[in-house]
């Protein structure tokens, strides 16, 4: 079964309105964290938010929030105000902690193309 | 601060040709070193992972082969190279302790290196 599962492998958004990408996660580990990284053409990853499993409140980064929904194991982005800058590709990802494992598994990513 | 150096940059190589990609981080010590392989369009597939100098964990079964030498130095490595290694390769790290709560040890990337086999 897939680890990290974002279902839109697209979207637009106009400048300057909000846009929220999916992403849904299985595990069975009661410790875990999720994150959010963008990629641009460039290839290059960058780290936008971070949430964990015990954090009561929603992460925010500036114009990034993450609307975390433990109970339905979904830790959809939003990006408010969106810029020109913000196309890129998306990618949402888990570390689960049972088992003191460092790496990340990433979802398929979801495509962000913002227009003029 | 911490930086991370991935080279080369981009790299054409024929099918049975060896490989050599190097990863290299300053300013921290005893990170927790990763190797991620992205096909085009698709996401991150895990290749090694290291927690210490000369301990390597492999994830995914093939021709490919990691190294670390030195505490900040990871090297991925193939003898003969396939039409299937073609891809993006990504090198990061993270801090030695796991953490988990607010300002967990987040991934680092390198820049990548584009790898064709041809």
């Known amino acids: 079964a897939q680890k990290i599962t974002q279902t839109q492998p697209g979207m637009f958004v106009q400048e300057k309105e909000a846009v929220t990408l999916d992403c849904t996660y299985d595990t069975s580990d009661q410790s875990y964290g999720l994150f959010w990284y963008k990629q641009p053409s460039s290839g290059e990853m960058i780290f936008l938010i971070y949430q964990g499993s015990y954090d009561e409140q929603n992460a925010t980064e500036g114009r990034y929030s993450l609307n975390f929904q433990k109970a339905r194991k979904s830790a959809n982005l939003v990006i408010s105000a969106s810029q020109l800058g913000d196309s890129a590709m998306y990618f949402c990802a888990m570390r689960e902690g049972s088992t003191g494992r460092r790496a990340l598994t990433f979802g398929s990513g979801t495509r962000l193309q913002v227009q003029p | 601060s911490q930086t991370i150096h991935q080279w080369p940059a981009t790299l054409v190589q024929p099918v049975g040709s060896p490989l050599s990609l190097e990863c290299t981080v300053e300013g921290t010590s005893n990170p927790n070193l990763y190797w991620y392989r992205q096909a085009a369009g698709r996401g991150l597939q895990l290749l090694f992972y290291s927690v210490g100098i000369g301990q390597i964990s492999s994830e995914v079964p093939q021709n490919l082969s990691a190294s670390r030498p030195q505490d900040r130095q990871f090297i991925l490595s193939s003898k003969k190279l396939l039409l299937s290694d073609s891809g993006f390769y990504l090198c990061?790290?993270?801090?030695?302790?796991?953490?988990?709560?607010?300002?967990?040890?987040?991934?680092?990337f390198g820049a990548g290196s584009r790898l064709t086999v041809l």
């Open positions: 990061a790290w993270s801090r030695g302790e796991l953490r988990l709560r607010r300002g967990a040890n987040v991934l680092t």
